[in-house]
């Protein structure tokens, strides 16, 4: 069956009212996560195939992830859909208000290859539980877990609530966007791709979320504690060969601090991986070929601290350190998304300033420092999606945190409540009792307009 037709038919299957009921939304999320917890084997399996994963990271980033946030929908579904009452201002009185969430319709997710698992099926649940049909679109970068990823949703789901749609990119997301009108697109990819989504929406007006990517800046000042943020760097900076939308992306570091930072992140590095990370089961690998050949150029950048190892056979790039002294190397003009880590020094804050804002709306940034002064200093100097005082990208873990970016970093947010807000449209309703009905407010108005100007300021 074509696609358009499978669209048409979700549609139809949509219109039914099926997917509103409470019932409806419980039993999906269940089964869902019940799917889910069936294949851990076999999700773990094509991580690794896919992106040499260990088992503790999928867990940490991916499945477990993923179990977390769905059980968090269950729990609080019933909670969420409940319409919240609002007050009403004195023109309306004795009407009440009330804001009512309802299912946007029939929306398409798109996702990345670097979190494949969790970055398709997390967005997933705040669709489902706000009671939307829903168009699947992995990446076809991650193909064991895209394969996996099938499995489980035809599995659980029938076609025409949740349809599962594989192919490049470039080519199955205009078609499907093209003839078929969405209610909502989730986008989470490069911010060059989001753009060419964007433009596709906004042909039919149908809103976006896009996640993005960027250059997402950390700073380490003077008063730090060199120690705990060199562990709390590198963790996120080399977990999935730094292949994560929030790792740091570039270190800006007090320039006092800088040599005790290095020494620190070296350590670091070894007791993470050991002697050798290519041997080792807890460090990643480069998506693709494409990829790889990519960050190998930015290995020539600047002064090596550390790493610099690169093998293409493996898709292999080392945990590396590099100097940076000039901002206009290649390094500095894009994201990484790798396991290369540029290191600049400052000494006065506005220099730093200006080097982030070298890359407006960063998607996250992150500050080490023990001064609630310089805390408070950097978190209204910059705009950024989120980020963190004193540890690097575990914001994303908190599911009372709105994770999103702004500007060129992305629109919208989700996790959490935010994901059910998300997918869902706040019908706003004021209800108005018959026994008041103020002459006043009816036509003609002659000498009104005091009363009005009394009761409407
Ligand atoms: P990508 O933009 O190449 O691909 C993402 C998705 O878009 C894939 O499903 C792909 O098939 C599809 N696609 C590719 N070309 C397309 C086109 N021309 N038109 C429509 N769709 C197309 O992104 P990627 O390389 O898979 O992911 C890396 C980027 O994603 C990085 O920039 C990273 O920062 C960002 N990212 C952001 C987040 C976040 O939550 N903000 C999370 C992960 C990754």
Known sequence: MSTSVLTAQMREYFETGVTKNYDFRLEQLRKLKATVQKYEIEIFEALHKDLHKSK?????????????????????????????????????????SFIMPEPLGVVFIISPWNYPFQLLLTPLIGAIAAGNC??????????????????IIEETFDEKYILYVEGDGATVVPELMNSFIFDHVFYTGSTAVGKSVYELAAKNLVPVTLELGGKSPCIVEADADIKTAAKRIAMPKFSN???????????????????????????????FFGDDAQKSDFFGRIINEKQFVRLEKYLSNGKLLAGGKADKSNLYIEPTLIEITDVNDAIMQEEIFGPILPIISFTEMQDAIRIIKL?????AMYVFTSSSEKEKHWLSAIPFGGGCINNASLHLTNHKLPFGGRGASGMGNYHGKFSFDTFSHKKAVMKTPKWLDLAIKYPPYTNKLNLFKKAIN
């Open 134 to 151: 829903v168009v699947l679109k992995p990446s076809e970068l991650a193909p064991a877990t895209a394969a996996i990823m099938k499995t």
């Open 56 to 96: 503790e990271e999928c867990w940490i980033t991916e499945n477990g992830f993923f179990l977390s946030e769905i059980g968090v929908a269950i729990k609080k579904l019933s909670h969420w859909m409940k319409p919240e009452k609002v007050g009403t201002n004195l023109l309306n009185i004795p009407s009440s």
């Open 241 to 271: 060969a730094g292949q994560m939308c929030v790792a740091p992306d570039y270190l800006l570091v007090h320039h006092s601090v800088k040599d005790e930072l290095v020494t620190e992140l070296k350590k670091v590095i070894h007791n």
């Open 359 to 363: 890359n407006k709306n960063p998607l």
